[in-house]
């Protein structure tokens, strides 16, 4: 039996549980969250790493319909966050819609009956409207290295912890450089016997200003919370100004880098060293990562930084590019995701029979981050360009879902069986007006590569401007930049597609 829903949302982290939110705001009650894990929590509950915390500030990495006077630390852990999704998932009443253990595999747009067919690990559903929120974060990469299987010991992502593994004494290798190797790298130091970092590039690093949240402060929030969303504003405010020198001065960057250089001269007193460990690019370019405990780590007698990347594997003994080598028990991998190239993507297949991954195969490109063309009523949270290099990604998707909810009237406004097919000219549009945005960022111009850039080389993942613009992009659907499609009217007699359940 497959059942029919108004809307299927995919996955459980942030995006998800927040479309389910705004759809019981908006009243409808008739959908399902198919996620594929057994538990919610996305990004946060499949990061369990040592260290594993926000790089956000709480009071502004959560939502704000649903905020927590309680969070214990300025950047709280892990599974605070984690408990905090469970509870969102508890308070709002989203439970009963939770399909867990249920993989997407495949989603077909049938344009005879204007709805998906999703076919899942545990069944198959029919749904109007599919809400894609299977972030952009989500699935581990893991580059193919000679040799890796010739390793005797472990081998794990940081996304994928094995907790088993007792590294107390070890040699562990730890490979990358980004925002989650930097916060496992201090964890790790003092209970392994040596730790060896395979850098290929390092991060600009700026001191992270940590702190518990006294007893005091939590009381003050919880009596009134006016001083919560005051926190939250100055929070989001200073972040909303910094935003010009990364898309507009990227020259003006150079005093920050002055302080990350202070920051890692505090630390790093063997000059050998702080050159391996001084970037050749803008700061900003990259991520910028804040940490006050890795560069202490780093200059630990237990620490080596290879300047290189690992090229192979030899039982034992790890080759970096540079020809180096080191012994190793333990291999863990903090080398990112797949970003621009998303799993999720070979999964859909839209109108004309093409996967999202075609249709994409030049670059990603949504309108105003959420739809694409030729995948009618199908709507992406997190897509591309909706990535931000200094602010709490929480707000991008609160922007999301006010336009998800804007689609959902229109439909409704429309009334019968109908569908919105974003035109190509208006995601062209769009995604031209964004790339030209692009041009002078310090994404583009700052002397690097990151992950924010696509195999092509054009930077498909980050938005180029204010959280508050993005808000107003994504305030009302512009019906001029949809397709409307209704259903072909079924002959007088046969069976429709508005049949709630399909044998
Ligand atoms: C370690 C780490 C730290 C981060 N820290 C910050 C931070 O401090 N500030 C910030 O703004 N951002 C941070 N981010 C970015 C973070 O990913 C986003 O902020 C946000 O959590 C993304 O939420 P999401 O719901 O879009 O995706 P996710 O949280 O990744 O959730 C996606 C869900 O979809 C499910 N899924 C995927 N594919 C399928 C499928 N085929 N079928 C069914 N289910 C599927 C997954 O299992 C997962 O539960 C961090 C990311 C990482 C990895």
Redesign the pocket.
């Known amino acids: 039996m497959t059942e029919h829903v108004r809307v299927a949302v995919?996955?459980?982290?942030?995006?998800?549980?927040?479309a389910a939110v705004r759809l019981r705001r908006e009243g409808i009650t008739d959908f399902v969250i198919?996620?594929?894990?057994s538990s919610?929590?996305?990004?946060?509950?499949?990061?369990s790493?040592p260290g594993?915390?926000?790089?956000?500030p709480s009071h502004l990495?959560s939502f704000s319909f649903a905020p927590n006077p309680d969070w214990p630390r300025t950047?709280s852990g892990?599974e605070h966050i984690r408990a905090y999704l469970e509870h969102v998932t508890d308070v709002f009443g989203l439970r009963p819609h939770l399909r867990l253990d249920?993989?997407?595999?495949r989603m077909t747009w049938d344009a005879r009956e204007l709805r998906w067919d999703v076919e899942?690990?545990a069944g198959r559903w029919f749904a109007d409207v599919v809400v894609s929120?299977?972030?952009?974060?989500?699935?581990p990469k893991i580059p193919e290295i000679p040799g890796l299987d010739s390793f005797p010991g472990k081998v794990f992502h940081?996304?994928r912890w094995d907790h088993d593994a007792d590294l107390a004494g070890q040699r562990v290798a730890m490979v990358g450089t980004g925002?989650?190797a930097i916060?496992i790298v201090p964890a790790l130091q003092p209970e392994v016997s040596r730790l060896t970092l395979f850098q290929r590039t390092p991060p600009w690093v700026m001191p992270r200003v940590d702190r518990a949240i006294s007893g005091a402060e939590r009381a003050l929030h919880r009596a009134l919370p006016v001083t919560a969303q005051a926190r939250r504003g100055l929070l989001w405010g200073i972040r909303e100004l910094q935003v010009q020198a990364f898309t507009k001065r990227p020259n003006q960057l150079g005093l920050v880098e002055k302080l990350a250089r202070q920051n890692m001269g505090r630390a790093i007193k063997d000059p050998a060293l702080r050159a391996r460990l001084t970037p050749d690019y803008r700061i900003g370019c990259k991520r910028i990562l804040l940490s006050s405990a890795y560069y202490p780590a780093l200059a630990q007698p237990n620490v080596d930084v290879v300047a290189s990347g690992l090229s192979e594997v030899r039982g034992s003994t790890l080759v970096a590019a540079d020809g180096s080598e080191a012994e190793a028990d333990v291999i863990v991998f903090g080398t990112g995701?797949h970003v621009t190239d998303m799993?999720?993507a070979d999964?859909v297949v839209g109108a004309e029979g093409r996967t999202l991954a075609e249709s994409w195969k030049d670059g990603m490109e949504a309108l105003r981050g959420a739809s694409a063309a030729g995948f009618p009523n199908w709507m992406t949270?997190?897509g591309p360009n909706t990535g931000?290099g200094n602010?709490?990604?929480?707000l991008m998707?609160e922007s999301q879902l006010n336009y998800l909810a804007d689609y959902l009237r229109q439909l409704d406004v429309l009334g019968g069986r109908a569908a919105l097919d974003a035109r190509p000219g208006a995601v062209h549009a769009w995604n031209r007006r964004v790339q030209d945005r692009m041009r002078r960022t310090v994404w583009n111009t700052g002397g690097c590569t990151s992950w924010y850039l696509d195999a092509n080389g054009r930077n498909t993942t980050v938005w180029p401007g204010t959280t508050s613009e993005f808000r107003r992009a994504t305030r009302r659907v512009d019906l001029a930049e949809y397709e409307v499609l209704r259903a072909p009217a079924a002959p007088a007699g046969t069976r429709t597609a508005d049949s709630e359940v399909t044998a």
């Open positions: 995919i996955g459980s982290g942030f995006g998800g549980l927040g198919l996620e594929r894990a919610v929590g996305g990004t946060w509950r499949d990061n790493y594993c915390a926000c790089d956000v990495y950047f892990q249920s993989e997407v595999l899942t690990s929120a299977t972030g952009p974060l989500s699935d940081s996304a925002a989650s916060q995701f799993p999720i999964r949270i997190i931000l602010s709490s990604m929480i998707i």
